[in-house]
């Protein structure tokens, strides 16, 4: 039901997306962790994705 999806939506993004970027101010990550910093962040949407679409 789409109410259920909007809610998981929700708490998915609370739990995974916001405390990656909470620390994501300019100058607190070097240049050398951003790109592997980058591929962290893609592979947890790709999954946050996938769990949305199997909910």
């Not at 929700?10 to 592997?36: C, H, M, N, Q």
């Amino acid at each position: 039901d789409i109410e259920e999806q909007k809610l998981l939506r929700r708490v998915l993004y609370d739990a995974v997306i916001l405390p990656e970027f909470s620390f994501l101010k300019p100058g607190t990550v070097d240049d050398g962790s951003v790109g592997s910093l980058g591929s962290f962040l893609l592979t947890k949407l790709v999954v946050t994705h996938k769990a949305i679409q199997l909910a």
